[in-house]
């Protein structure tokens, strides 16, 4: 079994067929957590979640992205981001829902800075609304979904500025998501107890360090995600991503690693079991 610990059958992409594409995972004995970006993907991961008795989560949160009216061009697609307020009594009262097991997407995005704005501004923001979800996680006793997405000049400042302010919470739960840093600020992520997360992205020819993570970092801190439907892995790579194909990225960590399948999905579905206090 395998647990699919980030992913947005929630989304657009999945209105017409999320049914079909949850099934095919569960027959398939992987289990998935829908992550809400704002609202309304919020409470569709909730509804979602309350259709299955087990095996289908969801996590609660307001996106960075998701603070300013933004139009975001993706390789995958295009869409615009609306302005929202974080208003903890909504994601409280979302949050009590027994299938929510964490709090996110939050985080910093660096690369999602809106025109026209200060800088500045825009991370101070950012990092107050990070905080709010920390604190609202801290009081739920729920796991923390951390979004970090840096600029091109500077790839790793922005996990600077996460594990800064991580240390003012801790025993907070937390998962790096699609984590695509160096060895070193990985190991530095560890050792403040929190876990690295892996995306079909390690499958990709070309992306040396991510590979170099899931070999180099202990197993006992990787959990495994598809980020669907954006970062299909190989052999899907440049089409729409789905929770079933977690398999992908658990096999090239096999593979990466020198040791079997079956030891990747067993240990990182007790790492996402332990975290998300899934049962
Ligand atoms: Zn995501």
């Given at each position: 079994m395998l647990i699919d610990t980030h992913t947005?059958?929630?989304?657009?992409?999945f209105k017409e067929d999320g049914r079909d594409v949850i099934d095919r995972a569960l027959t398939n004995d992987i289990w998935l957590i829908n992550v809400g970006s704002q609202y309304k993907t919020s409470l569709r991961a909730v509804n979602i979640a309350n259709n299955y008795n087990q095996g289908v989560y969801a996590i609660v949160g307001l996106?960075?992205?998701?603070?300013?009216?933004?139009?975001v061009d993706e390789s995958e697609m295009e869409f615009n981001t609306r302005e929202e307020e974080f208003d903890?009594?909504?994601?409280?009262?979302?949050?009590?829902?027994?299938?929510?097991?964490?709090?996110?997407?939050?985080?910093?995005?660096?690369?999602?800075?809106p025109e026209g704005e200060d800088q500045k501004s825009v991370k101070q923001k950012q990092e107050e609304v990070f905080r709010a979800q920390l604190s609202l996680a801290m009081e739920l006793d729920k796991a923390v979904t951390i979004h970090s997405r840096g600029t091109k000049d500077d790839p790793l400042g922005v996990y600077q500025?996460?594990?800064?302010?991580?240390?003012?919470?801790?025993?907070?739960?937390?998962?790096?998501?699609?984590?695509?840093?160096?060895?070193?600020?990985?190991?530095?992520f560890?050792?403040?107890?929190?876990?690295?997360?892996i995306t079909g992205i390690v499958t990709f020819k070309n992306a040396k360090e991510v590979q170099e993570v899931a070999?180099?970092?202990?197993?006992?801190?990787?959990?495994?995600?598809?980020?669907?439907?954006?970062?299909?892995?190989?052999?899907?790579?440049g089409k729409r991503n789905e929770p079933s194909y977690v398999k992908f990225v658990a096999e090239k960590i096999a593979e990466l690693k020198g040791i079997s399948f079956e030891e990747v999905a067993e240990?990182?579905?007790q790492n996402a079991k332990k975290l998300f206090k899934i049962s």
């Amino acid at each position: 079994m395998l647990i699919d610990t980030h992913t947005h059958v929630n989304f657009n992409s999945f209105k017409e067929d999320g049914r079909d594409v949850i099934d095919r995972a569960l027959t398939n004995d992987i289990w998935l957590i829908n992550v809400g970006s704002q609202y309304k993907t919020s409470l569709r991961a909730v509804n979602i979640a309350n259709n299955y008795n087990q095996g289908v989560y969801a996590i609660v949160g307001l996106h960075p992205i998701h603070l300013f009216n933004m139009h975001v061009d993706e390789s995958e697609m295009e869409f615009n981001t609306r302005e929202e307020e974080f208003d903890k009594q909504t994601y409280t009262d979302l949050a009590s829902n027994p299938k929510v097991v964490g709090i996110g997407e939050t985080g910093l995005d660096y690369f999602h800075v809106p025109e026209g704005e200060d800088q500045k501004s825009v991370k101070q923001k950012q990092e107050e609304v990070f905080r709010a979800q920390l604190s609202l996680a801290m009081e739920l006793d729920k796991a923390v979904t951390i979004h970090s997405r840096g600029t091109k000049d500077d790839p790793l400042g922005v996990y600077q500025d996460i594990m800064r302010i991580m240390k003012e919470y801790p025993g907070v739960r937390a998962v790096v998501h699609c984590y695509t840093g160096d060895v070193e600020t990985a190991k530095q992520f560890i050792d403040l107890g929190l876990n690295i997360s892996i995306t079909g992205i390690v499958t990709f020819k070309n992306a040396k360090e991510v590979q170099e993570v899931a070999k180099e970092i202990p197993l006992e801190h990787i959990l495994v995600e598809t980020d669907a439907p954006y970062l299909a892995p190989d052999p899907h790579r440049g089409k729409r991503n789905e929770p079933s194909y977690v398999k992908f990225v658990a096999e090239k960590i096999a593979e990466l690693k020198g040791i079997s399948f079956e030891e990747v999905a067993e240990t990182t579905t007790q790492n996402a079991k332990k975290l998300f206090k899934i049962s």
